[in-house]
């Protein structure tokens, strides 16, 4: 049974900086592209960045470019997300969520396999 488990979620002041994780168990993560989403309350889910399994690629949304980065580290079934400069609108309930293929242009419309339960970010001074 393949699970994705958040962590590292948080308070932090406007400017600072967090790094959450996502622990995938009951599979082999090489296999799957891993995105992170946030939904903020009364707010649509919003895809951050993903990425890929084949060859580690990376996208990310326009409203973290340059402040976020996402990473993965295979041996550990592990993915990171290191938030740098973050506001107040950063805060949002954040979710990583697993995908078989790849990490194109497309991955906002991908039926995503597994999901985490959240992590709380909240910013604010």
């Known amino acids: 049974q393949v699970q994705l488990v958040e962590s590292g979620g948080g308070l932090v002041q406007p400017g600072g900086s967090l790094k959450i994780s996502c622990e995938v168990s009951?599979?082999?993560?090489?296999?799957?592209?891993i995105a992170w989403f946030r939904q903020a309350p009364g707010k649509e889910r919003e895809g951050i960045s993903i990425?890929?399994?084949?060859?580690?690629?990376?996208r990310y949304a326009d409203s973290v470019q340059g402040r976020f980065t996402i990473s993965r580290d295979n041996a550990k079934n592990m993915v990171y997300l290191k938030m740098n400069s973050l506001k107040p609108e950063d805060t949002a309930v954040y979710y990583c969520?697993?995908?078989?293929?790849?990490?194109?242009?497309?991955?906002?419309?991908?039926?995503?396999?597994?999901w985490g339960q959240g992590t709380q970010v909240t910013v604010s001074s």
């Open positions: 009951g599979t082999t993560l090489d296999y799957y592209s």
């Open positions: 969520a697993a995908d078989l293929g790849g990490a194109g242009p497309g991955w906002l419309g991908y039926e995503f396999d597994y």
């Open positions: 990425i890929s399994s084949q060859d580690g690629s990376t």
